[in-house]
């Protein structure tokens, strides 16, 4: 017999004298593999069905805004931001993006600061402070609406009665960003410090270089945009016993009463809207 038949004989009889119980472990071992791929085949199955279940449950009705609650807004546009950002009845609670509606909100000229949260399981909490306005200045074919630290808030055709007026030559910086100008600035401070009823009757002008203020039919004397909150309590104290003349603040630790000069004039005829 040829030496390759030889061989594989060989290997046939070999095979036939395996000890059965080494066929039988091996058996065993590939029917514990197949169990154990059976196994994680189902603890896989039921991961996903169980995430399945807890993303249905966090996107159903259950688990979706039923009320959004709104705090401290009354001139800014809240409601049709949060509409935009799609915070509205039926939206998923866990698909409301904290941080991207307060970026919305306080893009909001009016709005200094917004804080929003989220309270599972149906509710959206929306806190917003909004600047406050002090005054309208004249710009070049228009109003604008100023509010604290001289940002502008609103644009309007005609300035609304109950604000101060300051006429002082600025560009517009546009909506959202601020005047900057000294005198305004000035204005603004003074202004904001005066009690609301003789702000809201009061325009401010810059005449020779210097700031001043009618405050009714009385004609006040700022100067430079200095001391304005002193300035202004020294008219409070004095405007209402100080009768004719101009109310020279310049100097607040020594208000005085002055005769109506040519700048008093310049400003009383040059108030008209």
């Given at each position: 017999m040829p030496?390759?038949g030889?061989?594989?004989?060989?290997?046939?009889?070999a095979?036939?004298?395996?000890?059965p119980?080494?066929?039988?472990?091996?058996?065993?071992?590939?029917?514990?593999?197949?169990?154990?791929?059976v196994?994680?085949?189902l603890?896989?199955l039921?991961?996903m069905?169980?995430a399945?279940?807890?993303?249905w449950?966090?996107a159903?009705?259950?688990?979706?805004?039923?009320?959004?609650?709104?705090?401290?807004a009354?001139r800014?546009?809240v409601?049709?931001?949060?509409?935009?950002?799609?915070?509205?009845?039926?939206?998923p609670?866990v698909a409301?993006?904290?941080?991207?509606?307060?970026?919305?909100?306080?893009?909001?000229p009016?709005?200094e600061s917004?804080?929003?949260?989220?309270v599972?399981?149906?509710?959206?909490e929306?806190?917003?402070?909004e600047?406050?306005p002090i005054?309208?200045?004249?710009?070049?074919d228009?109003w604008?609406?100023?509010?604290d630290?001289?940002?502008?808030?609103?644009?309007?055709?005609?300035?609304?009665?109950?604000?101060?007026?300051?006429?002082?030559p600025?560009e517009?910086?546009?909506?959202?960003?601020?005047?900057?100008?000294?005198?305004?600035s000035?204005?603004?401070?003074?202004?904001?410090?005066?009690?609301?009823?003789?702000?809201?009757?009061?325009?401010?002008k810059?005449?020779?270089e210097?700031?001043?203020v009618l405050?009714?039919?009385r004609?006040?004397?700022?100067?430079?945009?200095?001391?304005?909150?002193?300035?202004a309590?020294?008219l409070?104290?004095?405007?209402?016993?100080?009768?004719?003349?101009?109310?020279?603040?310049?100097?607040?630790?020594?208000?005085?009463?002055?005769?109506?000069?040519?700048?008093?004039?310049?400003?009383?005829?040059?108030?008209?809207?």
């Amino acid at each position: 017999m040829p030496a390759g038949g030889d061989r594989r004989h060989t290997r046939r009889r070999a095979a036939l004298r395996v000890d059965p119980r080494i066929i039988r472990r091996r058996l065993e071992v590939a029917e514990e593999q197949a169990r154990s791929r059976v196994r994680r085949s189902l603890t896989l199955l039921l991961a996903m069905a169980g995430a399945g279940c807890v993303a249905w449950f966090f996107a159903s009705p259950l688990m979706s805004v039923r009320a959004v609650v709104v705090d401290g807004a009354s001139r800014s546009a809240v409601d049709e931001i949060l509409s935009g950002a799609k915070v509205v009845e039926g939206r998923p609670m866990v698909a409301i993006r904290v941080g991207a509606i307060e970026e919305h909100l306080v893009a909001d000229p009016w709005i200094e600061s917004a804080s929003v949260k989220v309270v599972f399981p149906t509710t959206v909490e929306v806190a917003v402070r909004e600047r406050e306005p002090i005054a309208w200045i004249r710009l070049e074919d228009q109003w604008g609406l100023l509010a604290d630290g001289g940002l502008l808030v609103e644009y309007a055709d005609s300035p609304t009665p109950i604000r101060s007026l300051i006429r002082i030559p600025v560009e517009d910086p546009g909506l959202g960003a601020a005047v900057e100008n000294e005198n305004v600035s000035g204005a603004l401070q003074f202004l904001g410090a005066l009690p609301e009823d003789l702000a809201r009757r009061s325009v401010a002008k810059v005449v020779d270089e210097e700031l001043w203020v009618l405050v009714g039919y009385r004609s006040v004397r700022i100067g430079l945009p200095v001391e304005m909150e002193a300035k202004a309590a020294s008219l409070v104290a004095m405007i209402n016993t100080a009768h004719g003349g101009v109310i020279d603040v310049t100097a607040p630790s020594r208000p005085a009463i002055r005769s109506l000069d040519t700048a008093g004039e310049v400003l009383s005829d040059s108030v008209d809207v």
